[in-house]
């Protein structure tokens, strides 16, 4: 964890894990059952974007891979701190308790109880989707399993989807576009494959934090992502 000021104690900053008393606090969960289809690159990236911001931002790791805290633990000490927890050992009782935005890492292949606890967790729920016909087929089933929900059922907690690693002007992604746009659920923008998400992560960084001149198209296309999570449409 960065730049914990002096006085910090644990004991001070506990907070208990069911968030009671934590209304300011945003969740923003990233998730879908499928692995590999950039849940952590999303989620690094917007913390970095939080948290540069000026938000006090918290990534909660669910995954025991660890990929999020492994990113934070090589991010710079001069950029903006972010803080980690792991979520798969301990949920979120450790956050500290002046956190404005919190993102949850979510594991792979969630589904049936463990699913309906993550998503009790989080008030915005994004979905990155990959270019690929067997992730298209399993994100249909894995919306299937969502929107059935209680919580998002009742639109307690407000879903969108996110295309990754696209690449344009290939079949495949223009199979996705259709099946992304005929969804019941937002369809917020889309990322392509670059190298700058492989670059950013091994640095402990976000693209944004990448120098324009590599990275500009990246940023272009996170603009959408945070308007959205900007707009009321994306909170209950
Ligand atoms: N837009 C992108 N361009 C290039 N590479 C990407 C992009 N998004 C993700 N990747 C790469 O794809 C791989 C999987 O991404 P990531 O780890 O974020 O997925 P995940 O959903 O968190 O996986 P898991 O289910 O294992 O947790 C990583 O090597 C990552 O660097
Ligand atoms: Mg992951």
New binding site residues.
Partial sequence: MHNRGPGFTLAEEKIDDDSKGQKDMRHIM?L?A???????????NLAVYFAREGRRTCIADY?P?R?SLDWLAVRPADLPAIDGVPGFDEGIRNVPRNTEVLVI?????VRGTELNELVRRAETILV?VLPSSIDIKACGHFMSELLEIGKVSRKQARLAVVA???RENTLIYEELEGYLKDLKVPYIGS????????RA?ARGLGVLELPEYLAWPDWKQWKPIHEWLGSKRSQP
Avoid: F, H, M, W
């Fill in positions: 990233v879908n499928k692995g590999g289809c950039g849940k952590s690159t999303l989620a690094t995954d891979q990929s890492d979510a594991p792979a292949r990155p990754n690693r696209v990322l392509r494959e670059a190298q700058n998400y492989v992560y």
